[in-house]
């Protein structure tokens, strides 16, 4: 099973090192007017059946994988290459 997680993250400040990306946003981050973004991932079901990263990234989308159903595949196929055509518009 395949889900997309979107998270609403926060700027880290300068003297901050996040190793695993950006923090979640939270009302701290939010009251020192930090900018914030949302993040989209992909996510599939993991063995205890709670949604996980476990290392998928759109370009996992970019052609067509039997482990997922299709119809989920197809769908994050699509939103993959939606990303790629925005990404390539120059304006």
């Known amino acids: 099973a ?32 930090r900018p914030l973004y949302v993040t989209v991932r992909p996510l599939k079901r993991g063995a205890k059946g709670t949604w996980i990263k476990g290392g998928l990234t759109w370009k996992a989308f970019q ?19 939606q990303v790629q055509a925005e990404d390539s518009y120059p304006g």
């Open 63 to 81: 052609f067509p994988r039997a482990e997922f159903a299709p119809a989920q595949e197809r769908a994050m196929r699509l939103n993959w290459r």
């Open 2 to 33: 395949l889900a997309i997680g979107v998270e609403l993250v926060a700027e880290s400040s300068r003297n901050a090192f996040q190793q695993w990306g950006p923090a979640t946003a939270g009302e701290e981050q939010v009251r020192e007017g």
